[in-house]
């Protein structure tokens, strides 16, 4: 793309433009019955990579059923489910190199299946045991893996948008050919960290994809309340950016959008941004409950256009899956995740010690005397605590006993 000033031709009657006159069609391959429309462009995706990115796609929504119901059962505090929207997520992740970055929000678990993250990855993290990297200072759900390329997710809204487009400037600067995707709800596109972002990019040319999972809500604010113009895609044209809108249940569709793009970020530094159309066919999270503002109908018309189930009857049609195959699968990978589960919730806690550490390379003085005051606590508290925390005991060399606790406890909280 040519880079301009605005246009300055003039005119002599006020002309106010709004973009109606330009149409954003829908790119898609693969109709609901997974057969494939006639004249559809072509189609890249080999067999080892539709089967990895299959498996990718079953691995997410059993481990969605699976800690779903866990969190029903009160065993573990809160989850989020990517289901209806793995073809947006894997297929786009699928199209990457393993070693470019992935940026996301907090319902992209197929990316990190996709890209191997194991199951006791998984459930160290969500059960925020001694095994968790983030020393179960996160709520559950906010992986990250530094050797998969994935950035730690955060909570606020849209702060991973500009971070990418920082983090692919540094890719440009290092010329190591590879691209920052950064996968993000159309709610947080309404941060302005989602302008500042496509405009940084757009004027230093950085190869960065922004994908917008555009599945109809924030929580409960149904896009019909959330903007007034043409989707996502559109807002790229304002930073002179390429934009496509694509069938984001369709996985054949997604992987070939992606590919284009990342050829553009890469080869030609040009930053892309892509609407992926699709639908939370969950609640939010599991703290919510979707009936109190969409209908059943709408639902199942969602329900029909499942991306696993399209991608599955494409692949048993060209003989590269097969439903026994299937069955055998989901039911392994349940007993993997169940038994994982299992395992892992019965891991001990990580250190108390681990509160304050990973921050300073040495503990300051109030945080120390904080850890000390807490120590003091839970030991006039042990009934308050869980039986199994070790923390105590097994405090390092000079932490128990450790003057200033017993000064605390003396002293009363
Ligand atoms: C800055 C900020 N504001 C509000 C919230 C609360 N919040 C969490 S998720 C969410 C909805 C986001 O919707 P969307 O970006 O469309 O993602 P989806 O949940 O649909 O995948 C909101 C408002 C937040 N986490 N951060
Ligand atoms: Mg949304």
């Keep these: 793309m040519k880079k301009t ?6 005119v002599h009657t006020p002309v106010f433009a709004n973009g109606d006159d330009i149409q954003i069609p829908v ?52 989850y989020m489910q990517c289901t209806g929207e793995e073809a947006a997520v894997i297929g786009s992740t699928a199209a990457l190199d393993d070693a470019d970055m992935i940026m996301a929000q907090y319902r992209e678990q197929g990316a990190l299946a996709y890209r191997g993250f194991t199951t006791d990855e998984f459930m160290d993290q969500l059960f925020g045991n001694e095994r968790d990297p ?79 999972r555009n599945n109809g809500y924030a929580i409960s604010t149904p896009v019909t309340e959330q903007f007034a113009g043409d989707g996502i895609a559109a807002r790229a044209f304002g930073y002179r950016m390429q934009s496509i809108r694509v069938d984001g249940n369709d ?37 919510d409950d979707p009936s109190g503002y969409r209908s059943k109908k709408e639902e199942e018309s969602w329900h029909r256009k499942d991306p696993l189930r399209r991608m599955q009857r494409w692949l048993i049609e060209r003989d590269w899956w097969h439903e026994e195959e299937e069955r055998e699968l989901t039911e392994s990978l349940r007993r993997e995740v169940l038994e994982t589960m299992k395992q892992a919730e019965k891991r001990r806690p990580p250190a ?62």
């Design 5 to 10: 000033q605005p246009t300055v031709k003039p």
């Design 251 to 287: 996985i054949l569709a997604v992987f070939e959008a992606t590919r284009e793009a990342r050829r553009l970020a890469v080869e030609e530094n040009e930053p892309v941004l892509i609407e992926a159309m699709t639908y939370r066919l969950a609640a939010h999270s599991s703290s």
């Design 134 to 212: 983030a020393h179960g200072r996160q709520m559950p759900i906010h992986y990250g893996s530094k050797d998969l390329h994935y950035l730690t997710i955060s909570s606020p809204l849209a702060t991973q948008i500009p971070q990418a487009t920082g983090y692919a400037y540094g890719q440009k600067l290092a010329g190591n050919g590879n691209c920052t995707l950064t996968i993000f709800g159309e709610g947080a596109a309404s941060e302005g960290d989602f302008h500042a972002a496509l405009n940084m990019a757009s004027v230093h040319k950085v190869p960065v994809i922004f994908l917008c």
């Design 27 to 78: 790119f898609t391959l693969l109709k609901p019955d997974g057969t494939v429309y006639a004249g559809a462009g072509p189609i890249s995706l080999d067999k080892p990579t539709a089967r990895r990115i299959y498996r990718a796609m079953l691995y997410t929504r059993v481990l969605d059923e699976r800690m779903l119901a866990a969190q029903r059962q009160g065993r573990l505090s809160f």
């Design 352 to 413: 108390l010690e681990t509160l304050v550490t990973d921050v300073y390379t040495e503990t300051p003085p109030l945080l120390r005397e904080q850890l000390d005051e807490l120590e003091a606590h839970i030991r006039r508290h042990p009934d308050a605590y869980p039986k199994s925390a070790p923390w105590l005991d097994e405090a390092p060399a000079g932490r128990a006993g450790h003057p200033q606790a017993a000064h605390s406890e003396e002293g009363g909280a």
